[in-house]
Each structure stands twice: as structure tokens, then as C-alpha cells.
């Protein structure tokens, strides 16, 4: 970490709050929260996490200051949220009065994102919400109180910024029209550190895919299932579906007759098994029927994994349109089949396509523009 010479810039104090446990949140706060410590310097960047925050002790020896909020957390506690969250917003209003933040950032949508930005406004705080999804997933969890409560937040919000081109496009349309043209891309897989320094090769064995997160069923989890069946004959392939969620049963009865498929990480993964899951396996595979951006392809730039991907929302875009990965011609079981056949059948294209991964993702910390614009927020009258 760095403190910055320039005194104007050096002044900026900024407050990374996220309360969630799991998930793409933490790291996206994390990464934030280290863009911002790379330039203001630990001193001037707190955090406020969950007691159960995976990444809270990365999170405190980084930062100067952590505030800890604990309670009940998992939407389906929605009640118990309810009644902690008095408690905690007069814990968070005694902190953001101690260390008098000049922007508070809000990295993702939780339970009680909603709440806190409303805090934020009636202290005077600007606020920084950034938007994964313009809407959100068929199948999701709450979608009517993450449609009501996001509302609440892009309202609240001096600032708002998007993780890629295609939900700031379709996230505008739910902006005020004064703040439209203010609305700012910053790409998720800038926010990933380069894990690996050179581009990865296929070694002469079996191709390792993996399928990464929730299993909820706009993640095409049935068309997968339709497209590995056409590659049953191959022993060329291996592939691990890593996660857990609404479809985990259907993965269990779809996917169990195949030898080439490990179903061992059926389970809510710890974050260093993630990790591992990157480091031990050649390419990675979203077969969505809908997507906004996939932190899991972010994540995988990092480590120089390629990705197939379906021709939908930002899934293109974060793989260079073909650059990095494969794009199937359609959402199909058919498409899917194709370009896993491609995958194994021209081996040869594969650390190109690796050094493009490595590419998406951030040289080094402190590589992106979230500086500049918490900077230019907390400097605007």
C-alpha cells in the first residue's frame, strides 16, 4: 500500500461498506477497498464488514480501520435482519460520525444496502453504488426486494457505476435523467489482480472445464447437461460443477451417469477452495440463458483461464468477444457442444487465448480508475 504525495488527493476519506458473508460481494469490496488504499493510503480507507465476512482478516491487514457489524445474514432471514438492523445502523451512524468519511461506497446490493444508503444521504455523505445487475436473474432470490431496494439505492446514490457496458446501458434506463450521462463503466475484471504472470498451456491430458457458482437455473445448468451427452464418448475432458443452490438435485440426476464429471463440490465453497478450483482447471464454462456480467470469468482472467460462453449480456464483452475464450453461437445444448469440441480438437489456440484472459485483468494494484472517480466525487460541490 501507498500514500500518495498529493496532499488534495491525500485528503479524500473514503468507507467501503458491505455486510454479506459470501460470495462475489466480498470480493468486490475487497478489491475496491485495495484500489482505494493503493492511492489514499490505509489511513484514509475503512472498511465495514460482517463478523462472518470470509475475507475480513485480508480486510485488516490491509486497511487502517475495520468496523464489524454482527447479526443474523442469508436472505432467507429476512425477519431477523429486520431486527438487528436498528441496532447495527446506530453502530454504523457512531462510526461514520468517528472516522468522517468523504465518499462511502457501497459495492453490491445486500439486505441492507437500502437502509445504509438512506443513512448516508441524511448524514450528508456522498455515495458511491455500484450496479452488478440492471435486473435481476430469472430464478433468483427476493427479486422483488432487490428490484425495490436497488430502485432506493440508484436514487440515493451521488454516484453510480456499472461493472460493465452492457448493464450500464440497460441500467440508465432506471437512473434519474439527470444522472444518466454521470453513470460511469468500470469493468469487473480491471478489479482482479493477475494471479499468474504468463500465459497458461494445455498439457497433453484430459481438458479440465469448470462450471463455478450458484446453481440456479438461469445458468443453463439443463443445456449443459444436453451438450456434455454429445461428448459422452470422449475421454479427452474432465469437468467439475462447483457450487450450490436451487438446482442441485437436478445437477445430481443430470450429470451423476458421466464419468468425466465431478460432482465432489456440490457445496457453499470456502474462498480458498475457489481459488484452488482456478488454479486446477484449464477453462472455464457458462452455458447462461441470461446473465448481466460473471464475477466467475472475472475471477478466472486473473489465473489466464478462457471461458465458453453464451452469446448473452456482458459474457462476450469480458472475454473480448472471442479474444479470451469461445462465444457459442447460441444458448443452445448444441452450441455449447461445439465450442467444448472446438476446445478439445485445437489445442493449439489455447495459450493465445490465455494471454488474452491475463489481459482483462489488472496488472497491477491500483490499475483502475476507481481513484480518479472517488477523487472527482469528493472534490464536486
Request: hydrophobic letters at 45%; glycine letters at 8%; a neutral charge.
Amino acid at each position: 500500500m501507498s500514500d500518495t504525495s498529493d496532499s488534495t488527493v491525500a485528503a479524500v476519506r473514503c468507507m467501503v461498506i458491505f455486510w454479506g458473508t459470501s460470495g462475489a460481494g466480498i470480493r468486490c469490496s475487497h478489491r475496491i477497498g485495495t484500489e482505494l488504499i493503493e492511492h489514499f493510503g490505509a489511513s484514509h480507507v475503512m472498511f465495514s464488514l460482517h463478523a462472518n465476512n470470509a475475507w475480513l482478516d485480508a480486510a485488516r491487514a490491509i486497511s487502517g480501520d475495520v468496523d464489524i457489524v454482527e447479526g443474523t445474514v442469508g436472505h432467507l432471514s429476512f425477519g431477523s435482519i429486520l431486527l438487528n438492523l436498528p441496532r447495527q445502523l446506530l453502530q454504523l451512524r457512531r462510526t461514520i460520525k468517528r472516522f468522517d468519511p468523504d465518499v462511502i461506497v457501497i459495492p453490491m446490493n445486500f439486505a441492507q444496502a437500502w437502509a445504509i444508503g438512506a443513512l448516508a444521504t441524511w448524514l450528508g455523505k456522498k455515495l458511491v453504488y455500484v450496479i452488478h445487475d440492471a435486473w435481476p436473474h430469472p430464478g433468483d432470490y427476493a427479486r422483488l426486494f432487490q428490484i425495490l431496494s436497488q430502485n432506493a439505492l440508484i436514487k440515493q446514490a451521488t454516484l453510480t457505476v456499472a461493472m460493465s457496458k452492457f448493464v450500464g446501458e440497460n441500467a440508465r434506463i432506471s437512473l434519474p435523467a439527470k444522472r444518466r450521462a454521470a453513470m460511469r463503466i468500470a469493468p469487473l475484471g480491471k478489479l482482479v489482480p493477475r494471479v499468474v504472470t504468463t500465459p497458461r498451456e494445455l498439457d497433453k491430458g484430459p481438458v479440465r472445464f469448470l462450471f463455478l457458482g450458484r446453481l440456479l437455473q438461469y445458468k443453463g445448468l439443463d443445456i449443459l447437461a444436453e451438450a456434455v451427452s454429445q461428448l459422452a464418448d470422449r475421454y479427452d475432458w474432465r469437468l467439475t460443477i462447483a457450487g450450490n443452490g436451487n438446482e442441485r438435485e437436478f445437477v445430481i440426476n443430470a450429470f451423476s451417469q458421466y464419468p468425466q464429471v465431478d460432482l465432489q463440490k456440490l457445496v457453499w465453497l470456502l474462498e480458498a477452495e475457489v481459488d484452488t478450483l482456478m488454479e486446477t482447471h484449464d477453462v472455464i464454462v457458462c452455458p447462461y440463458l441470461e446473465a448481466s456480467q460473471s464475477g466467475v470469468i472475472a475471477e478466472g482472467c486473473g489465473y489466464g483461464l478462457p471461458a465458453v460462453v453464451t452469446p448473452v449480456g456482458a459474457l462476450p464483452e469480458q472475454i473480448g468477444y472471442g479474444k479470451a475464450g469461445w462465444v457459442t453461437r447460441t444458448a443452445t445444448s448444441a452450441a455449447i457442444a461445439e465450442a467444448m469440441i472446438a476446445v478439445l480438437n485445437d489445442r493449439s489456440v489455447y495459450s493465445k487465448k490465455s494471454a488474452a484472459a491475463l489481459d482483462m485483468a489488472s496488472p497491477s494494484p491500483g490499475a483502475t480508475e476507481w481513484s480518479d472517480m472517488v477523487s472527482s466525487l469528493a472534490m464536486a460541490k
